[in-house]
């Protein structure tokens, strides 16, 4: 990155304890240390013109051939798989968040302006794994953020990193659903009540009704997800009758 603050939130919260007590190991590398004149420049002009500035080549290069030597030193016979973040990439989710979260070791090379010139995914990819990552469709001024989150959404599913395993299990995007609404005490508020079954002490109604809410929103909020969800899932008849009552048509 040329922005290392950015990154600074990867000593806070979860990372930064998971950091701590050696649970993942991080680094955060500038690239203008890879500059060799005194502006430390790391863009120029695209070629064939156009608006905007491209990376340069070389401090790429130098870059992620330091972060493989220093790398390999501590993990020998390990190379990292490289994420670029870029809106052009595949679209980050949570299926690829527990892909990535079984790899070794992955590094992020954060691109700004209009990218980094294409010969150094080229070159790295003759070494590495090379990976395009988009967040969203959606453009950001750069990578840092979107390797933020992904940094984030990956070292969460890394054993004992989040402390109550079981809160990984039914939150939103597993088993494609979103999660259920959640509520604590007061029991009543600005006249608005908890729901009663939650009271209940019934285990079974509890559940009951959280997969209804999961079901209720996903087909009201992410009609998209419901599909995916149905592939895996012969729907019993409570369930199409929730989906068709959210006005879900499949
Ligand atoms: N860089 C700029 N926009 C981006 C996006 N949507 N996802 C990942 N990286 C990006």
């Known amino acids: 990155t040329i922005f290392p603050e950015y990154l600074a939130p990867l000593e806070l919260s979860l990372i930064g304890k998971a950091r701590r007590s050696g649970l993942v190991e991080l680094a955060v590398h500038d690239l203008r240390d890879f500059t ?34 220093a790398g390999a030193g501590e993990r ?7 994420l670029v973040p870029s809106p052009s990439g595949r679209r980050f989710d949570q299926a690829m968040a527990h892909e990535l979260a079984g790899l070794d070791w992955l590094a992020f090379a954060c691109g700004r302006y209009e990218g980094i ?25 750069g990578g840092e953020v979107a390797a933020l989150a992904v940094i984030e959404a990956v070292v969460r599913l890394l054993p004992g990193v989040v402390g109550n395993a079981e809160s990984l299990v039914e ?80």
Not at 76 to 82: A, K, R, Y
Not at 117 to 141: F, I, K, M
Not at 216 to 244: K, N, Q
């Open 171 to 250: 939150e939103s995007h597993e088993g494609h659903l979103l999660e259920y609404p959640v509520y604590t005490r007061p029991a009543s508020w600005r006249g608005r009540e908890v729901p009663e079954v939650l009271s209940s002490g019934h285990h079974a109604n509890v559940a009951a009704w959280r997969h209804e809410q999961r079901l209720r929103r996903t087909a009201r909020r992410r009609p998209d997800l419901i599909a995916a969800w149905l592939a895996e899932h012969e729907p019993t008849p409570r369930e199409r009758e929730l989906l068709a009552e959210e006005g879900w048509v499949g």
């Open 36 to 69: 060799h004149d005194r502006h430390r420049t790391v863009d120029d002009a695209p070629a064939g013109g156009g608006a905007g500035m491209v990376m340069r080549p070389e401090p790429w290069g130098e870059a992620i051939d330091h972060v493989l030597a």
């Open 117 to 141: 010139d294409e010969r150094v995914l080229d070159d790295a990819a003759e070494r590495l794994p090379v990976r395009a990552v988009s967040l969203g469709d959606y453009v950001l001024n």
């Open 76 to 82: 020998p016979g390990v190379v990292p798989t490289l």
